[in-house]
């Protein structure tokens, strides 16, 4: 059998050339396939890349006619589009360019929260018509893939099946790269990711200042950057000293980071499959989180992390009580995650084996 020829259709904003380590999973890809590529971060293109101005929504109007060019030219045998609303618009340059081509869909996270916890509160307005457009590319899809029980629940609840589930690649060796460090002499929690609402940073606020008084010294350090920055500007403020704030650090900051910490702590109302639980096992750091989405497919309660009810500040203020203040706890989390991190890694080459595998799969 021929190698497979292969469009991948996402908004994920690149630039070229690629950086080293995002270079890596696309190399290992094109090992074993004829890869093309219609991204974000355009527009340019270098003979793979075809890359777009990524502005939503004007991105997913334009996708159809873009995708469909690709499938003219390119002639694929499979579509792999990165989420329900990238599947969409494959769909539809599908029926433009009357073209045969499989479509593959990737399941990251949950539909029923994108227009309710990202970005502008106006995007509610939008819910009806993104949920209706996610459920239709599921159900219409040749093959759907999901990245964990959790996606996989939200997929069979539609009837489908899905037709693979493996996480996708990401590069970890800046936190693979050395031993995790001991934990530090003085108590800290780590908060890592976007300030927007579906990390329920209010939530995070809230609890701090909970907890803080009950655990004298202990600290707070938040890296990220988004809408609710003012969340973690009044923090700052009403902690002097024992809460710092950075809005973007590189991968090996952030290791630095987990190394620094006592856990990290991820009080998400939704999560696919979240990548910085991945990152803190990588540098055995337990995880103090929210029961919600794919986090407890990755945390093990009691055993790598502490889990409690989502939404719930009073129970997330415990978790980081007891995770601060008991040291042993602290080594155990800690034993527990990085025992589980090896479950949860992959190489590049093994992500593109798995990604080709399910489009030959399609092509019999």
Do not use: C
């Amino acid at each position: 059998m021929t190698r497979p020829r292969v469009l991948f259709v996402g908004r994920t904003r690149y630039r070229l050339p690629l950086e080293t380590r995002i270079a890596r999973k696309w190399d290992a890809l094109a090992d074993e396939m004829e890869v093309r590529v219609v991204g974000g971060g355009g527009p340019a293109d270098d003979g793979r890349f075809h890359l777009l101005a990524a502005r939503s929504p004007a991105f997913y109007l334009s996708l159809p006619i873009h995708v469909a060019r690709e499938l003219r030219t390119f002639r694929p045998d499979a579509v792999v589009a990165q989420s329900p609303y990238e599947a969409a618009a494959v769909l539809a340059g599908r029926l433009l360019a009357r073209s045969q081509a499989r479509v593959v869909l990737e399941v990251h996270g949950d539909w029923n929260t994108a227009t309710r916890l990202y970005g502008s509160s106006l995007r509610r307005l939008l819910e009806p018509v993104s949920r209706t457009l996610a459920r239709a590319a599921v159900r219409r899809a040749d093959a759907v893939r999901t990245v964990s029980p959790f996606t996989s629940s939200l997929v069979r609840a539609l009837g489908v099946e899905p037709a693979a589930t493996f996480t996708t690649y990401y590069d970890v060796s800046a936190f693979a790269a050395s031993p995790p460090a001991p934990l530090p002499p003085e108590p800290r929690a780590l908060f890592v990711g976007v300030l927007e609402r579906y990390k329920n940073v209010h939530g995070l606020a809230e609890a701090w200042r909970i907890a803080a008084p009950r655990v004298p010294g202990a600290a707070l350090h938040i890296i990220g950057h988004g809408r609710e920055r003012a969340v973690a500007e009044s923090l700052v403020h009403d902690f002097p000293g024992r809460v710092t704030w950075e809005e973007r650090v590189p991968s090996e900051g952030v290791a630095a980071a987990l190394d620094a910490a006592t856990v990290l702590v991820l009080p998400s109302f939704s999560e696919g499959l979240p990548r910085v639980a991945m990152e803190a096992f990588a540098r055995g750091r337990g995880v103090v989180g929210a029961r919600a989405g794919g986090i407890p497919d990755i945390v093990e309660d009691g055993r790598s992390g502490l889990l409690v009810p989502a939404g719930d500040a009073a129970a997330l203020a415990d978790a980081l009580v007891r995770a601060l203040s008991e040291p042993q706890l602290a080594r155990t989390l800690a034993d527990g995650a990085q025992a589980a991190s090896a479950g949860w890694l992959q190489t590049p080459e093994e992500f593109a084996t798995r990604t080709r595998e399910l489009v030959e799969a399609l092509r019999r």
